[in-house]
């Protein structure tokens, strides 16, 4: 019995000493016999409120935070953002049409008249394509059909090592781009209709569309996360990859009608030369421009590829800056 008068005693106390507790201790007795489901509301100086509604006012709040942030989002990038990466991509295209179109170039009756007969038609080989029972392929025809696809790869290799990084840098990603086309043009051409009939030369050019390729794409990557927002930077990296499978597909729809090595072995100098001049009709990178021309060059930059007001991104691209210009 003491101990229950003791705890008793205690609990008056404790309310005594804490207005609030004295106040939920009012609003529980209050309580006693309200309908199920009524609410209860608890004041202690402050205007009375909802025990369950402010989870409620929470998840609204939450729910429209999240809808406005994602409308600014897709609003952010304009429609030039979108066309100007694409129209840079078109620089892998360019990689995925030369990547498909040798392995059949190499088959077609022309190729094997122009280059197998005068070079490599020695122990009965016919020079033709297809399969030969009985007559095996001479050695310098094959290390010359492997060769010619090789230095694709190696000139590419080279050239995303080497002049891709200066030109990139020093002059800028559309400057890179459209040198990279450029070359792989030039390299095409020497690869096909001014090869005067001679191995090396055919060789060199090989190299020269590769070594092309390699300095447009070391700017691609650059130039598609620069202008793309964060929102649609996946999106838009992942077009490298894509524009490569589409320029194999292209080129195998190409030589399905074609039958003229030479024609089929320009389709990725053709597609060089587009994007080499498309390039100059999209802006340049806001971030290059603000490295090199500072900050009021580079937010007029900024606004050609967003929409609505890019003070604040402007704000965190140039504190991002290297050159602080």
């Known amino acids: 019995m003491s101990n229950a008068v003791q705890v008793a005693s205690f609990s008056k106390n404790a309310l005594r000493a804490s207005p609030s507790l004295t106040s939920l201790h009012s609003a529980g007795q209050a309580s006693v016999g309200r309908p199920a489901g009524s609410q209860v509301s608890v004041g202690d100086g402050c205007a009375a409120h909802s025990m369950s509604s402010p ?8 729910t429209e ?8 989002v897709k609003e952010v990038a304009n429609p030039a953002a979108y066309m100007s990466i694409i129209v840079a991509m078109m620089g892998a295209l360019m990689f995925g049409i030369d990547q498909g179109n040798y392995g059949l170039v190499q088959d077609f009756e022309t190729f094997y008249d122009f280059w197998c007969k005068p070079h490599y038609m020695i122990d009965g080989y016919p020079c033709a394509p297809g399969v030969h029972e009985g007559i095996a392929t001479p050695g310098g025809w094959t290390w010359f059909k492997s060769l010619g ?4 790869t190696i000139g590419a290799a080279v050239g995303c090592v080497s002049v891709g990084p200066i030109v990139s ?11 990279g ?9 020497f690869a096909s209709y001014q090869t005067y009939a001679n191995v090396n030369v055919y060789y060199a050019g090989r190299f020269v569309t590769g070594f092309g390729a390699g300095i447009c794409c070391f700017a691609l990557p650059l130039y598609s996360s620069e202008v793309a927002t964060p929102a649609i930077r996946g999106l838009m990296g992942s077009l490298f990859q894509f524009m490569v499978v589409v320029g194999g597909l292209l080129a195998s729809l190409a030589l399905s009608v074609i039958t003229d090595w030479r024609l089929g072995m320009m389709l990725p100098g053709l597609a060089g030369a587009l994007v080499a001049t498309l390039i100059w009709f999209t802006p340049e990178s806001p971030r290059y421009v603000m490295d090199r021309r500072g900050y009021v060059a580079g937010m007029e930059t900024l606004q050609k590829v967003r929409k609505g007001n890019v003070e604040n991104e402007a704000m965190e691209m140039h504190a991002q800056s290297p050159y602080q210009i």
């Open 181 to 189: 086309g450029l070359v792989c043009f030039v390299g095409c051409l």
């Open 169 to 179: 840098s020093r002059c800028g990603r559309r400057p890179c781009v459209s040198l």
């Open 149 to 152: 696809g090789s230095l694709i």
């Open 65 to 72: 935070s999240w809808a406005v942030s994602w409308q600014e």
């Open 55 to 62: 989870t409620r006012k929470v998840s609204r709040k939450s």
